[in-house]
């Protein structure tokens, strides 16, 4: 892989071109990581791409080594492995619940404590999740609540 970048004192935007024979997973990532640098992510369903504000995320989870991203109305794939999306999201409002979860703090409508240090979380679809305890002190220390 060849990075050409041009500096021009005339722009006004920053502008970025990929120029490839074909499109693969690797370029897919690479688009999905920049899109989120404007707080978007990219998702594959049905073989197409769509592009997603982050803020209609619920939550991504992971499934036999793939990850999902989880809206109100759908589910979509992504080439990004969870911890990308987590280093990118943190600064959004996410954190991780789960060795294979990240949720969307603006998303969740209520919290209760569960069993061995567990929090269980209501997503504003009506989904509830579990939260580890390993990650628990964490949300509860972010809530100010102990």
């Known amino acids: 892989m060849k990075v050409v970048i041009n500096t021009d004192r005339n722009s006004k935007d ?14 897919e990532r690479i688009v ?9 992510l990219t998702g594959i369903k049905g073989g197409e791409t769509f592009i ?8 991504i989870d992971t499934v036999d080594k793939k990850a999902f ?3 109100k109305d ?6 990004l492995r969870l911890h990308e999306l987590e280093e990118q999201l943190m600064r959004g409002g996410f954190f991780r619940a789960s060795k294979s979860c990240i949720i969307n703090f603006k998303q969740i409508t209520s919290l209760k404590a569960d069993v061995d240090r567990k929090i269980r979380v209501t ?23 102990k």
Do not use: F, H
């Open 14 to 27: 920053i502008e970025v071109a990929i120029t490839c024979n074909q499109l693969t997973p690797e370029i």
């Open 32 to 40: 999905s990581m920049l899109r989120m640098l404007d707080m978007q």
């Open 52 to 59: 997603i504000d982050t803020s209609k995320v619920l939550y």
């Open 69 to 71: 991203i989880y809206t």
């Open 74 to 79: 759908n589910v979509y794939e992504t080439n």
């Open 123 to 145: 997503m504003s679809n009506g989904e509830r999740l579990m939260i580890s305890r390993q990650y628990a002190d964490y949300v509860k220390e972010r809530l100010g609540v």
